[in-house]
């Protein structure tokens, strides 16, 4: 790929998706195959004044290594080094870019109860430094092709030309392209200007709950929060900086009420989850919690999943995207959650979010809580849209679409 498409994407995620401020520590973190576009990024915060950038390594063999010979005891220990980087992140406020590129299957084999053990343990230590931070820094989230996750996406491909495929793949969902008038920054203002109408008209009907219908199963009710939000696009820190967390990104979205759905979902992409592959797979829920699920591949790992702490089988997300979004339309399947989540309606097990409380930055975690944001060791994105899909709001006893055959009704 042309090293000037990749300066100008580099630089769209330090200004845009970060939008790094002058004087502002950077955290990168990143694959260590992948240090020529790490360098690439770090240039472009250093432009934007970051007074330092820390580079984090991973490298996904590396990691399966870990798991496989190192203790359960060993992985769930956070030495003191790694909690005092937490606190001091709690102190300084750094932006956080993470640049994905793993192999879907990378950590294939896994032993997947150790894997789950060891991050519950660690979680536990660093809860309230991801708790000082929430809504105080910003964040980002980019991807760049490696060979192995290329080959999974183009596998009929010579791997050099399957990497440029995704390359050209990941730079058009984000508006990156090899024109001499494209302006990807541009782009991206416009795009969410775009999100804040359709979000305007969300708020604005208060629905009480909404239903999912499709015919591969899907039969499902989840209620809302009176006090919640629909959010798209960016988002502003207590700070008042506005930043976009994914890159891409295409969905609008909100966080239900914890413990308040009823009925079934049935996935409709893969999911990648901690470097395992879970497919075809449905999830029923009773009184707000998940209580049956069945998946031809991953079932263990789904399970286990759901079972992480007593909240993770509870929902923190709804997202809305039509079938018509750019990374729908392209027929990619990407194996990639950031993507993938972008051509479907998903929803999340786990975590919800605190901005989506109307007045959230005046609200603290537990009172954002308290309201219905469920808390939890996780937050798994899952596909559920279809062609089909239809998504009705209520309020009232009154219905209103919201999806009528996978699109937008408004």
């Given at each position: 790929m042309?090293?000037?498409?990749?300066?100008?994407?580099?630089k769209l995620i330090?200004k845009?998706g970060a939008n790094?401020?002058?004087?502002?520590?950077?955290?990168?973190?990143?694959?260590?195959?992948?240090?020529?576009?790490?360098a690439?990024?770090?240039e472009?915060?250093?432009r934007l004044?970051?007074?330092y950038?820390?580079?984090?390594?991973?490298?996904?063999?590396?990691?399966k290594?870990?798991?496989?010979?190192q203790?359960?005891?060993?992985?769930s220990?956070?030495p003191v080094?790694?909690?005092?980087?937490?606190?001091?992140?709690?102190?300084?406020?750094?932006?956080?870019?993470?640049i994905?590129?793993?192999?879907?299957?990378?950590?294939?084999?896994?032993n997947v109860?150790?894997?789950?053990?060891?991050?519950?343990?660690?979680y536990?230590?660093?809860?309230?430094?991801?708790?000082?931070?929430?809504?105080?820094?910003?964040?980002?989230?980019?991807?760049?092709p490696?060979e192995a996750?290329?080959?999974?996406?183009?596998?009929?491909?010579k791997?050099r030309?399957?990497?440029?495929a995704?390359?050209k793949?990941?730079?058009?969902?984000v508006?990156v392209?090899?024109?001499?008038?494209?302006?990807?920054?541009?782009e991206w203002?416009?795009?969410?200007?775009?999100?804040?109408?359709?979000?305007?008209?969300?708020n604005?009907?208060?629905?009480?709950?909404?239903t999912?219908?499709?015919s591969?199963?899907t039969?499902?009710?989840?209620?809302?929060i009176?006090?919640?939000?629909?959010?798209g696009?960016?988002?502003?820190?207590?700070q008042?900086?506005?930043?976009n967390?994914?890159l891409?990104?295409?969905?609008?979205?909100?966080?239900?009420?914890?413990?308040?759905?009823?009925?079934?979902?049935?996935?409709?992409?893969?999911?990648s989850?901690?470097?395992?592959?879970?497919?075809?797979?449905?999830?029923?829920?009773?009184?707000?919690?998940?209580?049956?699920?069945h998946?031809e591949e991953?079932?263990?790992?789904?399970?286990m999943?759901?079972?992480?702490d007593?909240?993770?089988?509870?929902?923190?997300?709804l997202?809305?995207?039509p079938?018509?979004?750019?990374?729908?339309q392209s027929?990619i399947?990407?194996?990639?959650?950031?993507?993938?989540?972008?051509?479907?309606?998903?929803?999340a097990?786990?975590?919800g979010f605190?901005?989506?409380?109307?007045?959230?930055?005046?609200?603290?975690?537990?009172?954002?809580?308290?309201?219905g944001?469920n808390?939890s060791?996780i937050?798994?994105?899952?596909?559920?849209?279809?062609?089909d899909?239809?998504i009705?709001?209520?309020?009232n006893?009154?219905?209103?679409?919201?999806?009528v055959?996978?699109?937008?009704?408004?």
């Amino acid at each position: 790929m042309k090293k000037t498409l990749l300066k100008k994407y580099a630089k769209l995620i330090a200004k845009v998706g970060a939008n790094v401020r002058k004087g502002q520590p950077v955290l990168l973190y990143v694959s260590a195959d992948q240090c020529e576009f790490a360098a690439m990024v770090a240039e472009e915060c250093y432009r934007l004044g970051a007074s330092y950038v820390r580079t984090e390594w991973n490298y996904q063999p590396m990691t399966k290594l870990a798991y496989r010979w190192q203790s359960l005891k060993t992985l769930s220990e956070v030495p003191v080094w790694q909690e005092e980087k937490f606190k001091l992140m709690a102190k300084e406020f750094p932006c956080r870019i993470h640049i994905v590129s793993e192999d879907p299957d990378g950590l294939k084999g896994v032993n997947v109860e150790k894997m789950q053990k060891a991050a519950a343990a660690s979680y536990r230590v660093l809860k309230p430094y991801r708790d000082a931070i929430e809504s105080n820094h910003q964040w980002t989230i980019a991807a760049v092709p490696s060979e192995a996750w290329a080959k999974k996406v183009f596998p009929d491909m010579k791997k050099r030309d399957a990497v440029e495929a995704l390359w050209k793949a990941i730079l058009d969902t984000v508006y990156v392209k090899d024109e001499p008038d494209n302006d990807p920054v541009l782009e991206w203002y416009r795009h969410n200007e775009d999100f804040r109408a359709r979000c305007e008209w969300l708020n604005a009907q208060k629905f009480e709950y909404v239903t999912y219908k499709s015919s591969n199963g899907t039969d499902f009710r989840c209620g809302l929060i009176p006090e919640g939000i629909w959010n798209g696009g960016g988002e502003t820190t207590k700070q008042g900086i506005f930043f976009n967390p994914n890159l891409p990104t295409e969905e609008i979205f909100t966080s239900p009420r914890a413990g308040d759905c009823e009925g079934t979902l049935v996935s409709t992409k893969p999911l990648s989850y901690q470097g395992q592959l879970i497919k075809n797979f449905s999830i029923r829920f009773e009184k707000g919690t998940a209580v049956e699920w069945h998946a031809e591949e991953g079932e263990e790992l789904l399970g286990m999943m759901i079972k992480m702490d007593e909240n993770a089988g509870k929902l923190g997300e709804l997202a809305l995207i039509p079938c018509s979004s750019p990374i729908s339309q392209s027929g990619i399947l990407y194996y990639e959650t950031l993507f993938d989540e972008n051509a479907s309606c998903h929803v999340a097990l786990g975590r919800g979010f605190n901005d989506c409380i109307e007045g959230h930055l005046e609200k603290t975690n537990e009172e954002c809580q308290a309201l219905g944001i469920n808390d939890s060791i996780i937050h798994v994105d899952f596909m559920v849209g279809a062609p089909d899909m239809q998504i009705t709001g209520y309020k009232n006893g009154k219905a209103t679409p919201i999806f009528v055959d996978g699109e937008w009704a408004f």
